[in-house]
């Protein structure tokens, strides 16, 4: 039944059963929840609470809400020392070179 449905916000699931709880967890998609509690997921701040597809994108709540709102800004520095004038244009001819170190 659930899973003829668009994806939920948040899934309260209530069981002792593991099985039943692993699978669950596993084969349903939903932005997050608790297994035998309901409140505890919106009252902590330590997990992110948002949905995914048609429930929302993203979590919020303590860090998650700075990250969520920040830009990584990622930055790779190469060294100058040793560039190869292989990876630069024109490719005609080291096109077969490379082909040739590659064997």
Excluded: W
Aim: charged share 20%; glycine share 10%.
């Amino acid at each position: 039944i659930v899973t003829s449905q668009p994806k939920p916000l948040a899934l309260y699931f209530f069981t002792n059963n593991q099985e039943r709880e692993r699978f669950v967890i596993q084969n349903i998609s939903f932005g997050g929840g608790c297994i035998n509690d309901t409140i505890v997921h919106l009252a902590t701040s330590y997990m992110p609470f948002g949905g995914v597809g048609d429930s929302g994108m993203g979590g919020y709540h303590g860090k998650a809400s700075f990250d969520t709102f920040s830009h990584q800004k990622s930055i790779l520095k190469k060294s100058t020392l040793f560039d190869i004038p292989l990876r630069y244009p024109p490719y005609k001819n080291k096109l077969k070179l490379l082909k040739l170190m590659m064997r």
